[in-house]
């Protein structure tokens, strides 16, 4: 047997099913090998949008996302679906062909120093030298890739390595002395966060990425505390928008409770989040008054930012149960006033005052799915309407480019996403922006019919980026205009044997969603809105999170016009 | 407030490894002083030595991100205890006078330096000891003229009253 095969023996040993990718001169081996296995593999049109799929593909399924690419530009085509999936700690293994070995360093026909250059983007990655370890280092890149903290693993094949003969074994044992996550949390910090919990009269929890694995246990706590639960934009889906304890998404564009709840509380219990800039905005000015409980596997990310007074290293599934079995519900009546108020007074609000917007559009996606389906997000304006306003009930469903905020995430990641879950729906919400960044990809869900509907709110701009230069530089809008040279979206996705529509009144949306929805087929639906709407609140950049602007969310600025929506 | 601390970080001896410490200090902004390597007595575990200077948390963060790399096995901030560290060096001294080389070898004696080249024009010597030490000897060389020196970097290792358990026993008891 060569290391071809061997590579997509060890591959099925360790359960993979699907691969993204995409052939080339250096990983031809293995894609002949491929011609004769039961594994399935989807052609994607560009690398990058194979690593986003395999990202998503985990992330919609709990199960390690595998994607091929070949040496040299295959492989530095990965490089930003690497570094995405590496800041939202999604578990994905990447496998490169590289040239021979004696060819390696000579400059030779698409050579890049692969293995280089992932090292800071990826958990850890491997340059094969030696037929025979093919099999174990396939299986310590599966674990550790979705143990601890996940993460992608990246191993380069050189070419020769896959044509030499395999004479090792399949049997082979992980053994990482250095390697060793700490799950289970340590008893005396429990003990001690579950006094400081008790001890709280106005506590929340903050929960992040981490709890999409730990639902039940994220749920269990937050019912028996009666404790208001923040869900970053990480967290959506895995505590429900639509429970009444559910303060929504803090941060940049947060909900006013949220941070109201942040910048009042006396306690904070961090769940599987790392407060990132975007949730703290000026560390100095996050929760002056509260005492940080912060639960993470990744003892790196425990007081990085934000000081934590009890750190507890484990798994949320291991330590939420205990740290639930030491806590009653907690005498937080009065919090919960203040806290009501503030619902009460910030629902979500659009103004319906002017051309179609994109809240509006993406509110009748939630009505019409009720919030089960998939959601995944390009980055930029949409991105943040569709976190506050169409939030999933469900973990594992959300699935959007956090850390990385990378355009041309939420088209691929459909992609991974539907493969993940066969015949679901799944709604790609889109800005004409970041979606002609992976839009070959169409071809990708025509060969597949996958059940995808591409929502592009179309407002002809960069709108993020038009967002602070109206805001923070003088309204000067440098290089943010498309709509002179968008292309026809739905004359291109015909083009593409895909079902196109371009729509530019409410009515007509409000008419068609449903309709397309239903049919289960892939669509592309491009909404023409207006182009000025800006996200509110806002916490500019570096400013402190009791500095938000509220914007248009302020109900001194509601009129007739405006529509409150309840979320869930 | 910013301190220096020595950094013991056990790793496994792959290539790339001394790469990604490398790119994960300079990621991150962390300056190194002094890097040494070598190998460790169990085969394929080798000990590297940092020096580096930051504020406490700063520092706390350096081990914490050196402890996520797969291949790095343990992390240990000498400075936090006990511990003894040296630095090797070699230093090659212009020699113009008779009376200089009787002045050199005085000088190298008190500082029990040792002599491991001998030529007309320079001597060559190598001492060990603490940064002081080594700094000292320089600054009373450099009035005769210092031609070239090397050192290697400190290592350093805990005090025995600071780690009662020899890490060799417990790789035998494993």
């Known amino acids: ?568 | 407030m910013i301190d220096r601390h020595i950094l013991s970080v056990t790793v496994r001896d792959r290539p790339g490894v001394l790469v990604r410490i490398a790119g994960l200090f300079a990621r991150r902004g962390f300056n190194i002083e002094s890097l040494s390597v070598a190998q460790s007595f169990q085969p394929g575990i080798s000990r590297t030595t940092f020096v580096v200077s930051g504020e406490d948390a700063t520092i706390e963060q350096v081990e914490k991100q050196l402890q996520k790399l797969i291949d790095v096995i343990k992390v240990v901030d000498h400075t936090k205890s006990k511990y003894v560290d040296r630095e090797l060096m070699l230093i090659k001294v212009q020699v113009d006078t008779a009376e200089d080389r009787v002045e050199i070898r005085q000088i190298a004696q008190d500082f029990r330096a040792r002599i491991v080249d001998v030529a007309r024009e320079a001597l060559v010597f190598e001492v060990t000891g603490d940064e002081g030490k080594l700094t000292a000897f320089i600054d009373q060389m450099q009035v005769f003229g210092i031609v070239e020196l090397i050192r290697t970097g400190r290592i350093a290792l805990p005090r025995s009253a600071a780690d009662p358990k020899p890490g060799a026993k417990q790789a035998r008891a494993a």
């Open chain 1, 1 to 568: 047997m060569k290391g071809a095969q061997v590579v997509l023996k060890a591959l099925e040993r360790q359960g993979a099913e699907v691969i993204f990718g995409h052939p080339g001169g250096a990983i031809m081996p293995v894609y002949d090998a491929l011609y004769d296995e039961k594994l399935r593999h989807v052609l994607v049109r560009h690398e990058q949008a194979g690593a986003h799929a395999a990202d998503a593909y985990y992330r919609a399924s709990g199960r390690v996302g595998v994607v091929f690419a070949t040496s040299g530009p295959g492989a530095t085509n990965l490089v930003t679906g690497l570094a995405t999936a590496q800041m939202d700690s999604s578990a994905v293994v990447a496998v490169t062909g590289n040239v021979p070995l004696p060819l390696i360093g000579t400059d030779a026909f698409q050579e890049a120093d692969v293995y280089g250059i992932t090292g800071p983007i990826t958990k850890h990655n491997y340059l094969v030298k030696e037929v025979n370890d093919i099999p174990r280092i396939v299986a310590e890149a599966f674990y550790i890739a979705s143990s601890g903290r996940p993460g992608p693993v990246l191993i380069d094949v050189p070419k020769d390595i896959q044509l030499a003969e395999f004479t090792g074994s399949f049997e082979v044992e992980v053994d990482l002395p250095g390697y060793k996550p700490t799950v289970v949390g340590h008893a005396g910090q429990i003990k001690r966060a579950a006094k400081a919990i008790r001890g709280a009269r106005k506590p929340i929890m903050m929960v992040g990425g981490g709890g999409q694995t730990a639902f039940e246990e994220v749920n269990t706590f937050a019912e028996k505390t009666g404790i208001p639960v923040i869900t970053t934009l990480m967290g959506i889906g895995t505590y429900p928008a639509g429970v009444p304890q559910s303060l929504g998404m803090p941060g940049m564009h947060g909900t006013v409770t949220a941070n109201r709840a942040i910048t009042h509380c006396d306690l904070i219990v961090g769940a599987g989040l790392r407060f990132d800039d975007r949730v703290t905005g000026k560390i100095s000015r996050f929760a002056p008054n509260a005492e940080v409980v912060h639960i993470d596997i990744d003892p790196a990310e425990i007081s990085k930012l934000v000081r934590a007074h009890v750190p507890v290293v484990g798994d949320l599934r291991d330590v939420l149960p205990r740290l639930t079995a030491e806590l009653g519900r907690l005498d937080i009546d009065e919090w919960w006033e203040t806290l009501e108020e503030w619902k009460g007074r910030y629902p979500e609000r659009f103004k319906l005052d002017k051309p179609l917007v994109s809240q509006e559009v993406i509110q009748m996606f939630r009505e019409a799915t009720g919030g089960d389906c998939v959601v995944t997000t390009e980055v930029g304006q949409h991105q943040m309407f569709a976190a506050r306003l169409f939030p999933t009930n469900r973990p594992r469903t959300w699935i959007t480019s956090g850390g990385l905020g990378t355009m041309g995430f939420g088209l691929p990641a459909a992609i991974g996403a539907s493969f993940a879950r066969p015949g679901e729906p799944v709604v790609c919400i889109a800005g004409d922006g970041s979606v002609q960044m992976n839009i070959q990809e169409l071809a990708t869900i025509y060969r597949h019919q996958l059940p995808i509907i591409i929502a592009i709110c179309n407002n002809g701009m960069l709108g993020m980026v038009r967002q602070w230069q109206e805001m923070f530089h003088a309204q000067r809008y440098s290089e943010v205009y498309l709509a002179d040279s968008n292309p026809d979206f739905a004359r291109l996705a015909e083009a593409y044997g895909i079902d196109g529509f371009n729509i530019f009144d409410r009515e007509t949306a409000a008419e068609l969603i449903p309709e397309v929805l239903a049919r289960g087929k892939p669509a592309v639906m491009n909404f023409v809105v207006y182009e000025s709407e800006k996200v509110f609140p806002m916490i500019p950049a570096g400013a402190g999170v009791d500095e938000m602007i509220i914007g248009d969310q302020e109900p001194e600025e509601a009129d007739l016009a405006t529509k409150e929506v309840k979320v869930g």
